[in-house]
């Protein structure tokens, strides 16, 4: 087959022999270069609805919104078939699953081999980041999805802007995606850093195939942060507009499922009047140190795959505005009306419905009618709250940097960091309740680092050891904090009322960073005294409530700290001293 003349194909002569090897292996009947175009989006999603692949949602009251049911056996990311491969089984370190490259090459030319006979292989390149920033890189998915097309279209810059971007160059992350059978048997996300390649198969789930997410923003990227000298983090990014005009930008990494979408959209209570959030991303950052010494972040992606359930105009109100037009809604339920539901959403259950899985659901049933990790995949530009600096190539000034987890005790709802090297230590030690955005079992706590022990594409100890290097670059380096909205007291009630009010917790941290607010030295950290602490207008909010809340117990703290060893042994000897030191330190405080 002749790829390389068609309308969409660039004149890159590595991307056209790259391309060229993989339909010789794969053998589609078709390629289709993506141009990006009005036109060709309008014709992918009617083809889409032909095969039966996307359904049309209700023109009237969700415009250009479609409905996808994924595999049952696919609904989420699935760790245990996630791969780094590398020479050595040391540089992907101990938290990643490791293969020889040569030997997981041969096993994925194995399944690929023909395995689009009779189907259409879209390009689909891509840029993630704005157009025109130094800190912008470009992929290219080779899939036989047409739900994963019209995914990396509202996630990333998809089409011409990416070759224009490329150029003659071959700096460029290639992705190849197949859906074999879609069976677990046949899944495997696999990633080769030294060839800046990942090859996704056997899966038709976001996590795993759109490749610009967390493969190449997150595994790819962490790797290349590494040897480039930048960061490639899973956080989010916003920005806090105070009524002076003064805008401050936050960066928080918390693991999946823990409300990153909804803080990045928070909107301040009545109490914050002028105060506005702008968001600039709701799940990764890029940062890297500016001539300024201070460390700018972009947001690389260019759409939102946000967690459905419990999405309502209380906790997100601009996410339930945004998703109201040109949005994919995955898994969720499906109303009668051509209109979608799911559990904590606005309107009550409705009457009769379909659950997720295409199955009759009414409010009787004792099944869930979304799937917990349904997804909303919609465009940032649909975010009446969207930062305008999301398209400066420069990115934004990186003020503050959090680290939060799922945890129902043990750990106060904030505390700073003494320093750098201490909040690298609170952000190795992170510990969260499992979630269902990835397989396995929910709410069990485990350490996850940065919140990236699923995305880390390399070996962790290494990582930390690169975060700690990052601060002889930054000059004037953000504050580190770390927060917990999660907290609960005796009855297993929240202690705090979290989304709008989290406002509360930014003001105190925001007010530090530019050294407004008093705080009271712990063996944890700087933490806000109750006069430091805006809690006016919270209801059934008092004085016992903030302590509770803000309670540092030795005991539990000595018990969490033997629990680090299990992630601190794993790693032991790659990790850096000053995560041993600053543990002594924390056990001597104590
Ligand atoms: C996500 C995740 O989908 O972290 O963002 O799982
Ligand atoms: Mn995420």
């Known amino acids: 087959m002749n790829i390389a003349s068609p309308a969409g194909a660039p004149r890159n002569s590595h991307v056209i022999a790259w391309v060229e090897e993989q339909v010789r292996l794969c053998q589609p009947d078709r390629v289709v270069w993506c141009t990006g175009s009005e036109a060709e989006k309008i014709a992918l999603?009617?083809?889409?609805?032909?095969?039966?692949?996307?359904?049309?949602?209700?023109?009237?009251?969700?415009?250009?919104?479609?409905?996808?049911?994924?595999?049952?056996?696919?609904?989420?990311?699935?760790?245990?078939?996630?791969?780094?491969?590398?020479?050595?089984?040391?540089?992907?370190?101990?938290?990643?699953?490791?293969?020889?490259?040569?030997?997981?090459?041969a096993r994925l030319r194995g399944l690929v081999d023909g395995a689009m006979r009779g189907r259409t292989l879209y390009v689909v390149p891509y840029l993630m980041g704005p157009a025109g920033s130094p800190m912008t890189k470009v992929g290219v998915e080779l899939t036989d999805s047409l739900y994963v097309v019209l995914n990396m279209r509202i996630m990333t810059r998809m089409g011409e802007v990416a070759w224009e971007h490329l150029g003659e160059s071959d700096d460029f992350s290639r992705g190849l995606h197949c859906l074999?059978?879609?069976?677990?048997?046949?899944?495997?996300?696999?990633?080769?850093?030294?060839?800046?390649?990942?090859?996704?198969?056997?899966?038709?789930?976001?996590?795993?195939?759109l490749l610009g997410k967390k493969c190449l923003a997150l595994r790819l990227g962490s790797y290349l942060g590494r040897d480039e000298g930048w960061m490639a983090e899973h956080m989010l990014l916003l920005g806090v507009e105070a009524p002076s005009g003064q805008k401050s930008f936050i960066a928080a990494a918390f693991p999946s499922q823990c409300g990153k979408t909804n803080f990045a959209m928070m909107v301040p209570p009545v109490r914050f009047k002028g105060w506005k959030i702008?968001?600039?991303?709701?799940?990764?950052?890029?940062?890297?140190?500016?001539?300024?010494?201070?460390?700018?972040?972009?947001?690389?992606?260019?759409?939102?795959?946000?967690?459905?359930?419990?999405?309502?105009?209380?906790?997100?109100?601009?996410?339930?505005?945004?998703?109201?037009?040109?949005?994919?809604?995955?898994?969720?339920?499906?109303?009668?009306?051509?209109?979608v539901w799911w559990e904590g959403h606005d309107e009550p259950a409705p009457a009769e419905c379909l659950d997720w899985q295409g199955r009759p659901w009414t409010p009787a049933s004792t099944e869930k009618a979304a799937h917990p990790n349904s997804r909303f995949t919609a465009p940032m530009s649909n975010n009446p709250m969207l930062a305008p600096e999301v398209l400066d190539p420069r990115g934004v000034p990186v003020d503050a940097i959090i680290f939060g987890g799922r945890r129902a005790t043990t750990v106060p709802l904030v505390f700073e960091a003494f320093n750098w090297s201490h909040g690298v230590f609170l952000g190795a030690t992170m510990g969260s309740e499992t979630t269902a955005a990835a397989t396995g079992t929910v709410g069990q706590v485990r350490r996850d680092p940065m919140a990236m022990l699923p995305f880390c594409g390399y070996n962790m100890g290494r990582y930390f050891r690169h975060w700690l290097d990052m601060r002889k670059q930054i000059q004037f380096p953000p504050r580190i904090f770390h927060v917990n909205w999660f907290r609960r007291d005796a009855d297993g009630r929240f202690l705090w009322p979290g989304f709008g009010d989290n406002m509360r917790v930014l003001r105190w941290i925001l007010d530090r960073c530019h050294g407004r607010a008093g705080a009271h030295e712990t063996p944890l950290g700087w933490v806000p005294r109750w006069e430091d602490f805006d809690a006016e207008g919270l209801v059934d909010f008092d004085r016992a409530r903030f302590d509770a809340l803000q309670a540092m117990n030795p005991d539990e703290w000595r018990r969490d700290i033997l629990s680090h060893d299990e992630l601190f042994m794993r790693l032991y000897q790659y990790l850096p001293k000053e995560m041993i030191f600053q543990r002594e330190l924390l056990v001597a405080r104590l």
């Open 45 to 105: 999603q009617d083809a889409a609805v032909e095969q039966g692949i996307l359904l049309r949602l209700n023109p009237e009251k969700l415009p250009g919104c479609f409905y996808h049911r994924s595999n049952p056996n696919d609904v989420a990311r699935v760790e245990q078939s996630t791969f780094i491969c590398t020479p050595h089984a040391e540089d992907a370190g101990p938290t990643n699953n490791w293969s020889a490259p040569r030997e997981m090459y």
């Open 180 to 209: 074999l059978d879609v069976h677990p048997d046949r899944r495997y996300i696999c990633h080769f850093p030294q060839d800046n390649t990942v090859i996704s198969v056997g899966s038709g789930y976001g996590g795993n195939v």
């Open 278 to 339: 702008w968001t600039v991303g709701d799940d990764i950052a890029w940062m890297r140190p500016g001539a300024d010494g201070r460390l700018w972040a972009i947001n690389p992606e260019a759409g939102y795959f946000g967690v459905a359930p419990g999405t309502n105009g209380r906790t997100n109100p601009n996410a339930t505005s945004l998703i109201q037009r040109d949005t994919i809604f995955t898994n969720v339920a499906l109303k009668p009306d051509g209109t």
